[in-house]
């Protein structure tokens, strides 16, 4: 299969599956919409588990020290991502976000764990995938399978950045973001670091969200 195809697959599923969710209503014939997440999430999940012979760049490990960087940038991100949401910081209006409580403001302790596993498992792989492993290789070099990470210039960085910040309502977190863990993959040259900051920064939003009820954060 294409290199491209493959890294790209999951990811228009999910932006696909995204879009259909956006154009229905809370409720249809008397089905939570709120349940589509998971089904959405499980899709994707069923997708990677499907094309993961393909990922050769995650058969590799990590350092131990790259794990500790990884760690570090995914926590810096996630205090950034909960700061930078003035209005000039977004693109529309921030909604009432995923809430998972019910009409008694009781939270449903099983869609927050799908919303989690979700965010911090399933969205992390999908998306380094597409953003830093195939685009962010690609601007720099369309031959991109051949090429070191550690070869891709600021040029192919920034584009790739501006590009996922614009797939955020939090466009400034998501500019932050997409640099942070794109300079990961330069730095330590392996597709696991972006991959493991990005899921520090979403699971630990999750538990951020949760705490607060800063539904507007999901």
Do not use: C
Not at 7 to 21: Q, V
Not at 40 to 62: D, I, M, N, P
Not at 200 to 212: E, I, P, R, S
């Amino acid at each position: 299969m294409s290199p491209i195809f493959v890294r790209s697959l999951p990811f228009g599923l999910y932006i696909a599956l995204l879009a259909l969710e956006g154009l229905l209503p809370d409720w249809v014939l008397g089905f939570d919409v709120r349940w589509l997440y998971p089904v959405k999430a499980g899709l994707v999940a069923l997708a990677l588990a499907v094309l993961w012979r393909h990922y050769t760049e995650l058969k590799s490990r990590l350092p131990l020290k790259h794990v500790l960087l990884s760690l570090a940038v995914g926590i810096v991100v996630l205090v950034l991502w909960v700061n930078l949401d003035a209005g000039w910081m977004l693109m529309g209006e921030m909604g009432k976000g995923y809430n998972p409580t019910d009409a008694d403001g009781q939270i449903d302790w099983l869609l927050v764990a799908f919303r989690i596993a979700g965010a911090a498992l399933v969205v992390p792989l999908m998306e380094e995938l597409f953003w830093r492993s195939f685009l962010q290789r690609w601007v720099q070099q369309p031959d991109f399978m051949t090429l070191n990470p550690a070869q891709i210039g600021l040029k192919a960085l920034f584009i790739a950045s501006a590009l996922f910040a614009v797939e955020h309502l939090q466009w400034l977190a998501g500019l932050i973001a997409g640099l942070a863990y794109g300079w990961l993959y330069i730095r330590t040259r392996n597709l696991w670091a972006p991959i493991i900051a990005h899921a520090v920064t979403n699971g630990m939003l999750g538990a951020y969200v949760v705490a607060t009820g800063h539904w507007r954060f999901w």
